[in-house]
């Protein structure tokens, strides 16, 4: 069977990091097999991690790693927006505020005093939370870091000009998918995966391992039934609430479960 | 389907642990993937095996809802002492992940490759009596309307059954009720019941079809007597006393008529809404397809994945998502597997394996919750549509 396949251009691809560790962006670089790929597919028109060469914008394709959690941050990010056509947030920072948004749940000036030597010097907001906040997102990649195939999925969803295969279900579907025996139910681990989108490929489970939740809420999460399940597994009201706010606290359902365990 | 709806036929055999061995001996040299069951990550898994040394001896499963614990008895001998665990065969009739296509962008247009054919046929060892229910409602599922499903008839075709009776009750299952077992009447080329009793450990082997038959005429297994019959009778029946979860006939009615029970709203409350019933079931097969292509555009290709009704995607048609709540997804799943399945299929959808029990990380239970929706009638008005 033969049909005719338009052929297309090049876009124009830009990264930018906010308040965030690097790692969602060198999961980009870590695509080793298919970055001479991407690199022949995109214009890599703006990647500070990768190359110093940049070309103003706008920009086709924008992706964002990181939370915003300073003023600073708070006006960047309108600009992206402004040069920027698709606007993906990579990462559990850009879609649901990451590690730092512990702040979120109590005092930064506190916090500030605790852990540096000069205060005075440091400027940031008190809250730290995901790029949806702020602009309009078109699309989120989930993950602390984001996966190598769920990106190269959406980069080539683009490319093609068709609708990224990623699901919002939760764990528990991939871990069946895969075969792994659930750590829950045969070893008492507490495990997040029911209410955590799937996505990751199963990694902490398939380890042994309970999920953290590093890929944030699943659609339709029912976390107060998961917490229920975990204080009869034998965890401490504290540690539910840890759990909940490690890596997505600022996701909505994370965020209210873990304060229904403060 | 390969002709097993005879009745176990012909003279019943017994094997020793080497007799059983050198079976699978003979269906690895006969060229079929032999799959069986395996300790891995703490749970017997089905996966490549070759003898009786890769199967697990000693071992037992203790099952409760929500909960599944493997130990392994000092001394245990026995290779079938455990029941079922969280895979079944569908991995294998039907793998989670299945591509249907590829195609390919040739000069100014593209080619569309099938999927590569499967390599070799399959052997299950140690099929459970409910599984053998199980592939059959398959069988039903894929190819009794008369739409065959290439892939899942290819495999199934020549899949090679070993079957295993259950002499020990799960904590959790419940084929008495269901009419599945723990004895296996129909659907296997061989069936097995092990007696091990410290003084003797032995295979009694009952014949399902030709195949089997041929395959058991090369181990030259002398026959079983009528007492050692006795015994494979006296430990299935002992076994199905030891269930006591119950399904009643008219489960089916009584679930149509409660559609609006307050009990689905007391379930929505506890249900993650996970899907890990309906992924470890073994007759649920519904799947999504989805397509993905390469960074090029010069390769794309079309994949079946599992699904289930516990998705939101599952549900969505234009303009947005059908069942919203966990409330009518539970719904949905449970009027399937105990009422709706018969009249789409002829046959019932739950087999009464325990999996769903079982690795429901809150341990609900199908069979309460039904029992439950008929406790509550009359009070159906309390509850919304
Ligand atoms: S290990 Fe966790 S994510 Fe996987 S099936 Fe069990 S509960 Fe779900
Ligand atoms: S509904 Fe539950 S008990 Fe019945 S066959 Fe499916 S998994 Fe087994
Ligand atoms: S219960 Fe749900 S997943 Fe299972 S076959 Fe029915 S609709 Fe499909
Ligand atoms: S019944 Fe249990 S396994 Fe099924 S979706 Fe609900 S919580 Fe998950």
Known sequence: MTAQVPTRKKP???????????????????????LLAVAGAVEIAYFLEATRARIDGPYDVSLVEG?????EEKERIL?????????????????AGGIQALKNFTSVDGLIRAVYAHPEYIATLSTSTPIRDHVKVDFELRGCPISKAQLLEVVSALLNGRKPALVNAGLCLECKRKGIVCVMVAGGEPCLGPVTQAGCGSVCPASGRGCFGCFGPKEGPNAPALSRRLTELGLERSAIRDLYRGFSGSAEAFREESKAHD | MPDMDAKASGAAVVLGVDGLDALVGLLVAGGYRTIGPRVEEGAVVYGPV????????????????????????????????????????????????????????????FSVLPAAEEESPLAFIGVRPCELAAIAVHDRVFSGSGVVDPGYAGRRDGAFLVAVNCTRAGGTCFCPATGTGPRARTGFDLALTEIEDGKRHLFVVETGSERGAA??????????????????????????????????KDTPQVLKRNLDSPRWDDVAARCLGCANCTLVCPTCFCATVEDTTDLSGGVAERWRRWDSCFTSDFSYIHGGVIRREIRSRYRQWLTHKLATWSDQFGVGGCT????????CPVGIDITEEARAIRAGEGRAGEGRR
């Not at chain 1, 939370?67 to 003023?71: G, L, P, Q």
């Not at chain 2, 199967?55 to 909960?67: F, I, K, R, T």
């Not at chain 2, 009464?352 to 690795?359: E, K, M, P, Q």
């Open chain 2, 215 to 248: 395959l058991l005429a090369g181990l030259k297994a002398p026959p079983a007597d009528g007492a050692l019959l006795a015994t494979v009778t006296r430990l299935t029946r002992k076994a199905a006393k030891a269930m006591v979860r119950d399904v009643p």
């Open chain 1, 67 to 71: 939370s915003v959690t300073t003023a």
């Open chain 2, 50 to 109: 070759r003898g009786v040394a890769d199967l697990p001896a000693g071992y037992v499963d203790e099952q409760a809802p929500g909960s599944y614990h493997l130990t392994r008895k000092k001394d245990g001998k026995a290779l079938f002492d455990w029941t079922v665990g969280p895979h079944s065969w569908k991995r294998y009739l039907y793998p989670p992940e299945q591509l249907l296509f590829r195609a390919e962008r040739r000069g100014g247009g």
């Open chain 1, 12 to 34: 124009r691809l830009a990264v930018w990091k906010f308040s965030s560790c690097d790692g969602c962006q060198l999961t980009l670089l870590d695509c080793e097999d298919e």
């Open chain 2, 352 to 359: 009464g394996c325990g999996r769903c029990i079982t690795w």
């Open chain 1, 79 to 95: 600009d992206v927006r402004r040069q920027s056509g698709v606007l993906i947030a990579i990462g559990a920072c850009a879609t």
